[in-house]
């Protein structure tokens, strides 16, 4: 059975989305953990590096303690970082 996507315009249809790790091996995608994949399907693949990535932990607690400050105005400094994104 089709489903025609002309029928609902105004209705929203559920989606489900399911996420596998995989390994890619000469060029075909490889599940891990015997996950199995349907005969056919769509997929969204997000390539990752080899290496996991590390994060420079320094950066991220200055940046979590200034978070933490007790006179910050979360809303006004959240303004303030997003007038800067339309900037060059």
Known sequence: MQLD????KWQSIAMTY???EADIQGGRIVPKENAQLPQRGRALVTL???APCQP?????ESV???LRRADLDSSAWQREIRAEWGRD
């Open 5 to 8: 996507s002309g029928r609902f």
């Open 18 to 20: 399911v996420t596998i």
């Open 48 to 50: 990752l590096p080899e």
């Open 56 to 60: 420079n932990w320094d950066t991220v």
């Open 64 to 66: 979590l303690g200034a």
